[in-house]
């Protein structure tokens, strides 16, 4: 199994407060991207990081932001939650010479 | 963008019985795999295929790139199987990476 860790797994908040996932991987994998998964959309991409301090948006990024300070970690950060961003987040990484994509446990995050 | 389609959406098969998913995609890819998310909602890489075919036990896949489309074939189905595939592509000059995902194919394997 791929060495990747998500934190929290669940978390309740209320609407319009911050919000910090972090993903954590042991793989030392230069690519790491976040996904949302919802119900009829399948895995959309939100973000991704092509290496420390390189980062870019996908497909759906607005209200999210994210950071990578080392290669091991990538923060997605919600700047005031909305009930729409209710979903379950996948972190997910592969390395420079491989193309598999290797998933994380994924958070559930519930926006009340 | 890309449009990414699989069939069918709902699949109810009895244990033992052979199966075929289909993965249908609107533009040339570099980048095609199969994931499996179990009943816990983790997901598992299967294959990356962006042609060819390959296999691993009980499971093979097939991607024709000239004609966009991939198959994954499940044969001697178990309970085990059970859960949701993906299919995700990586569009010809897009970031390394960028999947676009299907809908996915929701499997149950009755005992």
């Known amino acids: 199994d791929a060495g990747i860790t998500q934190s929290p797994r669940h978390k309740v908040t209320e609407t319009g407060t911050p919000v910090t996932l972090r993903c954590h991987q042991t793989?030392?994998?230069?690519?790491m991207y976040w996904y949302r998964q919802d119900p009829g959309h399948g895995l959309r991409l939100i973000h991704y990081?092509?290496?420390?301090?390189?980062?870019d948006k996908g497909e759906v990024s607005d209200g999210y932001s994210v950071s990578r300070s080392k290669t091991e970690d990538f923060l997605l950060t919600l700047e005031s939650a909305t009930s729409s961003q209710t979903s379950v987040y996948f972190c997910?990484?592969?390395?420079?010479?491989?193309?598999?994509?290797?998933f994380g446990p994924g958070t559930r995050l519930t926006v009340t | 963008g890309i449009q990414v389609e699989q069939s069918p959406p709902d699949l109810i098969l009895q244990e033992g019985a052979n199966s075929t998913l289909r993965c249908n995609f609107s533009d040339s890819v570099n980048n095609l795999q199969w994931f499996h998310q179990n009943p816990w909602g983790q997901l598992i890489n299967l294959f990356y295929i962006p042609s060819g075919t390959k296999q691993n036990g009980r499971l093979s896949a097939t991607t024709v790139a000239t004609e966009r489309y991939s198959l994954l074939y499940i044969s001697s189905s178990q309970t085990t199987d059970s859960g949701v595939y993906f299919c995700?592509?990586?569009?010809?000059?897009?970031?390394?990476?960028?999947?676009?995902f299907g809908k996915g194919t929701k499997l149950s394997v009755k005992p």
């Open positions: 990081s092509y290496g420390v301090k390189d980062t």
């Open positions: 995700a592509v990586e569009y010809y000059g897009g970031s390394q990476g960028n999947l676009i």
């Open positions: 793989e030392n994998h230069r690519y």
């Open positions: 997910a990484i592969n390395g420079e010479q491989s193309y598999e994509q290797y």
